[in-house]
């Protein structure tokens, strides 16, 4: 039986997320593999970074593409949303969507009225986004566009790290508010990693305007660390 030995690598492949405002590039995996040739175990890893790329990708948006359907129905209905109804809305979808630290409503002035689910996000409610440097950008050029946006990694109102998405909703032609969807880091690459067969990796998050973070995450139960 061959030796398995431990291989770090780098591996540069990006996978664009959402209207270019964020990517995830794979620098390094620590994968064990066979005893092979450098060129071969490189192909490997830049084969592994490029499915975890992807798959990052898939499940961004197909849960800010959620989102987005919550954000149509309050248009369709053409009435501001009322705490009851919004939470009856949010409940079905974390229900049937795992993945979602949070979803929030904030109003036409960027202040956070309703929190889902609400223990863990409690620290968010009454919360103006608009005083966030680090996000504001991201919620005006959504107004703006009206069209969802994603932020780079921050620290969110909850203490953990993660992304955001903002997702205009217009009603009578008028600006009413956003659909704020939350995704922290740590469980959302625990999905991402589900069934990845590898020791850790070094994950950098590149946005459109060009800044950079990293951070390191190891599924056997380490999480999610600073490089």
């Not at 036409?108 to 863990?120: S, T």
């Not at 993660?162 to 995704?183: D, E």
């Amino acid at each position: 039986m061959p030796q398995l030995k431990k291989q770090n690598l780098s591996a540069s492949t990006q996978a664009l997320v959402l209207f270019g405002a964020i990517s995830l590039s794979f620098i390094s995996l620590s994968l064990y593999l066979s005893s092979v040739t450098p060129s071969v175990a490189k192909a490997r890893m830049d084969f592994a970074s490029e499915q975890l790329s992807r798959r990052f990708e898939q499940l961004v948006r197909s849960h800010v593409a959620v989102a987005e359907a919550l954000a149509k129905r309050f248009h369709q209905q053409q009435a501001i949303p009322v705490e009851d109804n919004f939470d009856q809305m949010a409940d079905a979808i974390v229900g049937t969507f795992p993945g979602f630290y949070a979803i929030n409503w904030a109003d036409h002035n960027g202040v956070i009225r309703f929190v889902y689910p609400k223990e863990i996000n409690a620290a968010a409610k009454d919360q103006d986004l608009t005083q966030r440097t680090d996000v504001n950008t991201y919620l005006q050029l959504a107004r703006q566009s009206g069209t969802t946006t994603l932020t780079p990694l921050v620290s969110l109102y909850q203490g953990p790290k993660g992304f955001v998405s903002y997702t205009p909703v217009k009603i009578a032609g008028q600006h009413a508010g956003w659909v704020n969807s939350v995704f922290a880091l740590e469980p959302l690459m625990r999905e991402v990693f589900l069934g990845a067969d590898f020791g850790s990796a070094d994950v950098e998050s590149l946005t459109a305007d060009g800044s950079k973070s990293s951070f390191h995450y190891t599924p056997s139960g380490d999480g999610v660390g600073d490089i």
